[in-house]
């Protein structure tokens, strides 16, 4: 297994509280990635990094904040939480391996719950 | 608008019998397709992938075929096997130089009966 962990594994929170998720991997992968997981929707992509302090938006980032200062740490943060952001979150890496970075390796996924 | 779905939420096969999980995709720009699974309270696992310049892949007892002309992609389990019961994910992406997006299908329950 890639190595992978996130913090915490589940969380209950009230709405408009922060909340700040962390994953960090030991495999050293360029390619940081968070993704939501929700009935109906599969996994969706909320921002990713390209390297440490690079990151961008993907499909799902409203309300969502990242942050990557180190090539092992990557967070999450929900600056108000709501309802909405419900969800199962997992991290995932990738890095180039024969010329291309297709296959992402998945975190055990934090269970969300905004009350 | 979902870009890669799978139509089939769940699936029973018996044990030693040959599943095979389907999944369809819109974008016709996606050049890389893998296969997940997933076990309950876990991350998903890769599976299996194919690049869109070939029509199989196969490893051990998990083969993926592709149909470009349909946009359709399947993944064949033979012999299926009581572990394999789990939820896969078909993903999709395009041009992976980088660090690139994953599309995901909403995923099929697989259940092997013994």
């Known amino acids: 297994d890639a190595g992978i962990t996130q913090s915490p594994r589940h969380k209950v929170t009230e709405t408009g509280t922060p909340v700040t998720l962390r994953c960090h991997q030991t495999?050293?992968?360029?390619?940081m990635y968070w993704y939501r997981q929700d009935p109906g929707h599969g996994l969706r992509l909320i921002h990713y990094?390209?390297?440490?302090?690079?990151?961008d938006k993907g499909e799902v980032s409203d309300g969502y904040s990242v942050s990557r200062s180190k090539t092992e740490d990557f967070l999450l943060t929900l600056e108000s939480a709501t309802s909405s952001q419900t969800s199962v979150y997992f991290c995932?890496?990738?890095?180039?391996?024969?010329?291309?970075?297709?296959?992402?390796?998945f975190g055990p996924g934090t269970r969300l719950t905004v009350t | 608008d979902q870009q890669v779905k799978q139509n089939s939420p769940s699936l029973s096969v018996q044990e030693g019998r040959i599943s095979i999980l389907n999944c369809d995709y819109t974008?016709?720009?996606?050049?890389?397709f893998l296969w997940y699974k997933k076990y309950p309270a876990e991350g998903p696992t890769f599976l299996i992938s194919?690049?869109?310049?070939?029509d199989k892949n196969e490893d051990g007892r998990f083969t993926v075929f592709l149909n470009k002309s349909a946009k359709h992609l399947s993944l064949h389990i033979v012999p299926s096997q009581p572990g394999d019961s789990a939820v896969y994910f078909c993903?999709?992406?395009?041009?992976?130089?980088?660090?690139?997006?994953?599309?995901f299908g909403t995923g099929t329950r697989l259940t092997v009966i013994p």
């Open positions: 995932a890496i990738s890095d180039m391996v024969r010329g291309n970075s297709y296959e992402q390796y």
């Open positions: 495999e050293n992968h360029r390619y």
């Open positions: 990094s390209y390297g440490v302090k690079d990151t």
């Open positions: 974008n016709s720009m996606f050049d890389y």
């Open positions: 194919i690049s869109s310049i070939k």
């Open positions: 993903a999709a992406s395009e041009g992976a130089t980088g660090a690139n997006n994953l599309f």
